[in-house]
């Protein structure tokens, strides 16, 4: 009598979820059953496995990545999924659903917590865009540009000290201008006008080193103005400017003084206005 080994092999639905059955195998010869096996044990194990693929689209300094995760396997799986990412690349980068930063093992990730069911599959959108960035860059450097181009020459910075006081308020105080060039070249006919309010009046009196005044005009509506010239302010050079104020008076509460004005003749020969910081002053 003759003997055959058959090896049976049948193939379930990859979506089969886990469990154990029997199966029934009936052998047929020529269309004759000579032999059924009954209660074949058998066990559908769990198993589960995320599935990636992805395909990208490159325009002008721009990428748009569509990452396709599937649960290949037949049980429900939650899962962290974790794209790498460094820091610079994270600053330009955005994600359709949202995603969170993760940081782990010393490396950076966003991160995106998923509930996937046998076969199901989710959809991940990254989105890298240098356009933001290098037009913020492009308008910065062209903003410094033109700072650079149309900036003053001449920077005056305009400081006050109170020297006296009276029942509480201001009577005496001394005025600093630090007039400097800040450029390399040569400016030539700056003219530089203080006004100081009504309320208080000019000393006549200037210390030995500080410029005086070429005028010092009283106005009744104006104010007094008082007046510099400097024909000519080398390169880098400063001048320091200082006078005294007094009222007879004392000034209660803040006392302002307006911002001076400079007019100087640029390179082309043509006046250019420009003008210091103002100064409040008052008695704490």
Do not use: C
């Not at 080193?209 to 509506?221: A, F, M, Q, V, Y």
């Amino acid at each position: 009598m003759e003997e055959k080994t058959i090896i049976v092999t049948y193939s379930f639905d990859p979506m089969e979820p886990p469990k154990k059955d029997t199966v029934t195998l009936n052998l047929y010869v020529n269309g004759e059953s000579i032999r059924t096996i009954e209660n074949i044990p058998v066990e559908i194990i769990a198993y589960s496995e995320i599935i990636e693929s992805s395909e990208s689209e490159r325009s002008f300094l721009k990428t748009e990545k569509k990452i396709t995760y599937t649960n290949d396997g037949n049980v429900r799986m939650q899962e962290t999924l974790k794209i790498e990412m460094k820091f610079f690349e994270d600053i330009v980068t955005s994600t359709k659903p949202k995603t969170y930063v993760l940081k782990e093992d010393g490396k950076r990730y966003r991160a995106l917590d998923v509930d996937l069911k046998p076969g199901a599959k989710i959809e991940v959108m990254v989105v890298k865009s240098f356009r933001l960035l290098v037009g913020v860059v492009t308008a910065a450097i062209i903003l410094t540009i033109l700072y650079f181009i149309f900036r003053s020459s001449i920077v005056v910075r305009k400081q006050a000290v109170i020297l006296g006081t009276k029942e509480g308020g201001i009577t005496e105080m001394k005025v600093l201008m630090n007039v400097r060039n800040r450029t390399p070249k040569i400016i030539k006919n700056v003219v530089i006008i203080d006004r100081v309010p009504n309320i208080a009046d000019i000393q006549k009196e200037f210390q030995i080193g500080t410029l005086k005044p070429d005028k010092i005009i009283s106005h009744e509506r104006s104010g007094n103005l008082i007046k510099w010239n400097i024909s000519v302010l080398e390169k880098y050079e400063e001048r320091i400017i200082t006078y005294k104020i007094k009222s007879k008076l004392g000034i209660l509460g803040e006392f302002k003084l307006p911002p001076a004005v400079i007019k100087y003749e640029n390179e082309k020969g043509k006046d250019v206005i420009t003008h210091s910081n103002s100064v409040g002053l008052s008695i704490k």
